[in-house]
């Protein structure tokens, strides 16, 4: 199942935010190779504070994660085990 999430996200956000910025840069070095420098190095930036910012959201969301998998694991068993649960009931 990891693969699938991963070869998702790598086609439908990482392959079209790439071929965005490098049409982009294709269009505009000719014209304005300046602004495009600026452009890339914004950009290059932009994907280097987020990954820095964002480092220990990424940590805690792993962690939900991994607790709710585990609750919803706990809740799909109670739910199948529904008749030895009343049998043992008080």
Do not use: C, H
């Not at 086609?11 to 014209?31: A, D, H, R, W, Y």
């Not at 950009?43 to 959201?57: G, N």
């Amino acid at each position: 199942m990891p693969y699938v999430r991963f070869a998702d996200t790598t086609v439908f956000q990482v392959v079209p935010l790439l071929s965005g910025l490098v049409f982009t840069l294709i269009i505009l070095l000719p014209k304005a190779p300046i602004f495009a420098t600026i452009f890339i190095l914004v950009s290059i930036a932009f994907v280097v504070v987020s990954f820095t910012v964002t480092r220990k959201v990424r940590y805690f969301a792993e962690i939900q994660a991994t607790a709710k998998t585990a609750q919803t694991g706990y809740l799909a068993d109670a739910v199948t085990n529904v008749m030895a649960i009343k049998s043992f009931a008080v």
